[in-house]
């Protein structure tokens, strides 16, 4: 195999940006320090920061006028990368230049960029990013906070009406902040025109909360201790009318608002979309977590022995047991996939947000599939990090060997920046609205044919008929099941028919909801929304076996290639798997088939297990990334150590002898 | 439904001592600091101990003649209920008493108990349990510590010969520890009669390390960051021959070997085997963390609002959605499965230990079963607090919500006291060996028989005749194919038949196994380690659907037994529908009745949706013992609260009209 290529491959189009970043995480003033309290984990990440900020590591995205790189994707690739340093220090600079410094570039214009963007970029000006409130944090059109336009004296008055709407989880509220984009419903001339961004002073330079400002801690948090999340309340806090960040709508001196957006839930929508680059990044650091995690226990469980083997005086090498194979190879096949999906996201979000590709309908495609992928990387992340801790045992459960404290800090990945149920919802519902598509346009009778059509190609597939015609061929063939399951044009049917069918399902079961009453609707919608997540998933995952598969084509060296396709094979074939009941009974599968699945993703495991360290060598994380101490080759050296004493021993003729050996003889004789 | 009647068959046999636990676990200066450093944190912990060894709180498991309690039964059920005081006092007590007490009692004799057991009692000697090395955690028979019988002095020297052979992961081994058991190989006259326990004195009253120990701090760790884990070694370290704990094997003053037990493999695995408890007090306190999160997400669940409903002006309630629904019914019918099978289990151990039912059989079963049971309960409870913490959304990431630093300190009871997956290879192991007992004495030709009996009716079930059976029966009949599933004897059918098949079919691929060559053979059987591994899984979750059902027998109020039989089938088909491929291509379900198992669980859960608070009412925690803050009633208070405001900001006439509704209007138009 080619490990360089593959590794430059799995880089991707802002590689040397990776690599630059990943120098800086590989420096040491920039670690995590696990012994610390998190007090002073708080003050160590803003002093990390601040070296971030000395260096310009952070202003890729910012506009070249102000200081910037005006290069959105490789600020994102860069980031993606600090993770391997300590989560903190990358969720604290993704709250100070990702969300405070995004939003003043996204949703402000020149004036405020020229005023306040400089002392982001230098950390000058720490701010906190006020958007989630205690009582609405997925529901972001509904949130409590006011901010009232009051013409006399042309400023807004921020304010809390309730304890339901303090702000909340914001990292830099606790501390460092000294300034905050708040999001309230902005109310002008007696009119509610829906939430919109304020730039609101929170603290004096010496760190003293400005008057009708309060702040609590959030305290200790189940990971990522270094950055000090906290509440924040606004008391009839007035700022000039200025700070509103008024790209998608503005109030003039006299009170008038006005929007090139007409309709006030787009321009809602267009706002939040600017914010999708915390989605991209999070499906790109939770897979580069997961990457560190599997390449640590892969290392360790190539050295690791345990139980004698066949082999007189030898263990067995933990990677040879069939388990060991079967819990992280599947892992390591969805991460590889993971990566090829997160740069063709990253590509998408690059030519959006540099402008090159923003169209409306680009952008609509680049959220739903920001909120299709985050969902898959981050929860993924939170599993493999699990398997490979309890996958090294004791070991796996000390911080010196990384994997536990990044699973406490990736844990909240599964819920900020969109909720991953809610954005799997999401794209559901779009699914939903692309095939309610095909039939605009059609009369009753054309839509009707159609629909008759699906439920007619539904029974059809349901009745076995399909599935029997499988079985009469296969008979005692699985040699032609198995070449069956490794075509990839069957893999594509059978995960892409999933989708459609379960759409079209839904769809077919919702089809009258708009007839209904109200609350009616919600209900029948309701009895579906556990299927609509699950195609939802379906589709993330349809998504990610293509940009594996489209990777393939990439690959020069064949050998590569051949291990890589069957890398490829085992991630469609797990999938297969996990969905196989669904196959089944549907009758897409026929049940001797469906009986080789796991056998066929047993073979496979097997065969890629003498490649199993190429392929996390390909990751291309080194020592100063990784930073786990059984994942030295300690582990080897003590077990070369323990076998040597052995060996000292025997030839010694000094070796006492084994009860237990001679108890075994006696008794067969 | 009668929560308190409920609540009492949840506690069981031993309810008066779990309840009295409960009341320590209530007090706040037994209590969890989490923003105290782990140095800080640890000292703290040994403090905590002395509070409950001065109340005499953890004698129970003691001899009488010493001052203990003699009810063994009793004993688990109190540590059990710890957990929610700090999983670290849990686990140091478990260390303490759990561990080095009862090495002392089970494997010494009366002459050790006299002499350690008060100190133990009182804490006045702490101690480490040393048995894991670094190199040797599951495959203890291997460890490399010796413990050479020295005749000249009538002493044993304890020595670790190499790197890898240091004790690892001790609590009470960094620092408080002042003696240690001792697991190594025990040499006398040449002879290596393989693992025995020594008790070996580590440190002086002011806590100096004895002449020839080294000992290591492990550090931070994952969790339980209270406990002092640490590594010990020893150069040659010299003990009285008296400290050897002499039960199950003693040597002589002149050296002399001599033990009850003859066969040197079962002599080891009868002393391990003394040391069950661990694994059964891990099931009980698995189980009451996951009940825990249960409670107080459940709590939130029913109190928090997202997005709007079909009322005008209210939100809806999070466990309204069917999605909240699903995900967190299910665990809540786990829970209550793993309570009642944990009461077998308790039974089972007490009986044993006790005395009064303390057979070789009966030994034999309890192992395997708590062999079977603590990797349900201990990874079930890891899923149960993930999805707890993600379904309290940002607030479940607060310390303040328990819920993640519980998952944190649980993380590890996955892979302490036997690694799931190995103890679950020694259940399936078991199946393999009950199994082919059922061919002893038969002859050839009667065995042949037998097995193609089996071989036949597999290929009948697989053939799908049963199934095109089925089909035919329900065609367009659902309510038919419900009432089947909703039949204990079809659940029970399923499952079990499920655990027979998957054993004779892995028996019938291994049958030749013993005429292969050694490498060969352990070949062959690592080709069927995954499988054998689920069909333990398969086994364990039999037998939590059968304490399940036993105890919907001892339930009298009608209403509390019909929600209770929901909820037994709740569980039942929650395994039918995780396995359902398997039930599928193997026959046992057809199609129809398949595609309707996933949609009897969604209608099962709605139905016992109104049920769900009093579901984890009955689990018995208060406040004291909870200690969320979202789970006191806070998030009600705060919604009451906005609702209010809003209704007297909509009654006063000066609420700002919106402009997103005025817009729809206009669009309607």
């Given at each position: 195999m080619e490990v360089a290529e593959l590794g430059e491959q799995l880089l991707g189009a802002w590689g040397e940006y990776r690599k630059r970043s990943r120098k800086n995480a590989s420096r040491p003033e920039l670690h995590r320090d696990d012994t610390l309290p998190y007090t002073e984990h708080r003050e160590r990440i803003l002093e990390q920061l601040h070296l971030l900020a000395e260096e310009g590591a952070t202003n890729l995205a910012f506009p070249k006028r102000?200081?910037?790189?005006?290069?959105?994707?490789?600020n994102i690739a860069a980031f993606e990368e600090l993770v391997l340093a300590d989560p903190s220090l990358q969720i604290k600079a993704g709250v100070q230049w990702g969300l405070f410094g995004s939003a003043i570039t996204q949703l402000g214009t020149e004036e405020h960029h020229d005023k306040w963007l400089p002392d982001v970029m230098s950390l000058?000006?720490?701010?906190?990013?006020?958007?989630?409130?205690?009582?609405?944090?997925?529901?972001?059109?509904?949130?409590?906070?006011?901010?009232?336009?009051d013409g006399d004296t042309q400023e807004w008055v921020i304010n809390t009406p309730f304890r339901g709407a303090w702000k909340d989880y914001l990292g830099n509220a606790a501390l460092h902040g000294k300034a905050a984009v708040v999001f309230a419903q902005l109310i002008t001339q007696g009119m509610n025109h829906g939430v919109h961004a304020f730039f609101v002073p929170i603290r004096t330079d010496d760190g003293e909360l400005l008057p009708g400002v309060q702040s609590e801690d959030d305290g200790v948090k189940g990971g990522l201790n270094g950055v000090d999340n906290g509440r924040l309340a606004f008391d009839y806090v007035r700022i000039p009318r200025t700070n509103l960040l008024n790209r998608y709508g503005d109030v003039a001196e006299d009170g008038?608002?006005?929007?090139?957006?007409?309709?006030?839930?787009?321009?809602?929508?267009?706002?939040?979309g600017t914010l999708v680059q915390g989605r991209v990044s999070l499906d790109g650091a939770s897979t580069n977590a997961a990457k560190a995690a599997l390449a640590i226990a892969v290392r360790y469980g190539n050295e690791r022995r345990q139980f004698n083997s066949a082999t007189p005086g030898e263990e067995t090498v933990l990677l040879d047991y069939q388990l060991h194979q079967r819990r992280l190879l599947p892992h390591i096949a969805t991460v590889y996939a993971q990566s090829f999906a997160h740069e063709t996201l990253l590509k998408q979000f690059h030519g959006v947000f540099s402008g090159e590709l923003d169209t409306p309908e680009n952008r609509e495609d680049l959220e739903t599939l920001a909120a299709a992928l985050k969902p898959m990387s981050t929860w993924k992340a939170l599993d493999v990090l699990q398997e490979c801790r309890e996958a090294?045992?004791?070991?796996?459960?000390?911080?010196?060997?990384?994997?536990?404290?990044?699973?406490?800090?990736?844990?909240?990945?599964?819920?900020?920046?969109?909720?991953?149920?809610?954005?799997?919802?999401?794209?559901?519902?779009?699914?939903l609205a692309d095939y309610a598509?095909?039939?605009?346009?059609?009369?009753?009778?054309?839509?009707?044919?159609?629909?008759?059509?699906?439920?007619?190609?539904?029974?059809?597939?349901?009745?076995?008929?399909?599935?029997?015609?499988?079985?009469?061929?296969?008979?005692?063939?699985?040699?032609?099941?198995?070449?069956?399951?490794?075509?990839?044009?069957?893999?594509?049917?059978?995960?892409?028919?999933r989708v459609e069918t379960?759409?079209?399902?839904?769809?077919?079961?919702?089809?009258?909801?708009?007839?209904?009453?109200?609350?009616?609707?919600?209900?029948?919608?309701?009895?579906?929304?556990?299927?609509?997540?699950?195609?939802?998933?379906?589709?993330?995952?349809?998504?990610?076996?293509?940009?594996?598969?489209?990777?393939?084509?990439?690959?020069?060296?064949?050998?590569?290639?051949?291990?890589?396709?069957?890398?490829?094979?085992?991630?469609?074939?797990?999938?297969?798997?996990?969905?196989?009941?669904?196959?089944?009974?549907?009758?897409?599968?026929?049940p001797q088939r469906g009986a080789l699945v796991g056998k066929y993703v047993n073979r496979l495991v097997a065969r890629l297990r003498t490649h199993v360290q190429d392929l996390v060598d390909a990751f291309g994380y080194d020592d100063p990334l990784l930073r786990a101490k059984i994942a030295t080759g300690a582990e080897a050296e003590r077990q070369a150590e323990s076998r040597e004493y052995y060996r000292v021993l025997r030839e010694s003729g000094e070796a006492p002898r084994s009860e237990h050996e001679e108890f075994k003889k006696r008794r067969k004789r």
């Open positions: 102000v200081g910037g790189g005006d290069n959105p994707g490789a000058k000006l720490p701010g906190a990013f006020a958007m989630t409130e205690q009582t609405h944090g997925s529901d972001v059109a509904s949130i409590g906070t006011t901010a009232t336009y008038a608002y006005s929007s090139p957006i007409e309709n006030p839930a787009r321009r809602f929508f267009t706002m939040l090294c045992g004791g070991a796996g459960f000390l911080a010196e060997n990384r994997i536990p404290l990044l699973r406490h800090d990736l844990d909240v990945y599964a819920t900020f920046e969109g909720d991953n149920h809610i954005l799997l919802q999401l794209v559901g519902k779009r699914l598509k095909q039939f605009k346009g059609l009369d009753q009778r054309q839509m009707a044919g159609k629909i008759a059509g699906q439920v007619a190609s539904r029974i059809y597939s349901g009745s076995g008929l399909r599935r029997v015609g499988q079985t009469i061929i296969d008979f005692g063939q699985p040699a032609r099941s198995v070449g069956w399951l490794r075509n990839p044009a069957t893999q594509h049917e059978l995960l892409s028919g379960m759409i079209a399902d839904i769809a077919g079961a919702l089809r009258n909801a708009s007839k209904l009453p109200k609350a009616e609707a919600a209900a029948l919608f309701n009895e579906h929304q556990h299927e609509l997540i699950e195609a939802a998933r379906a589709h993330a995952e349809l998504l990610q076996w293509e940009a594996f598969s489209d990777a393939l084509e990439d690959i020069r060296d064949i050998p590569t290639k051949r291990v890589l396709t069957w890398l490829r094979d085992l991630f469609g074939l797990s999938l297969i798997e996990q969905h196989l009941a669904w196959y089944l009974y549907t009758g897409r599968i026929s």
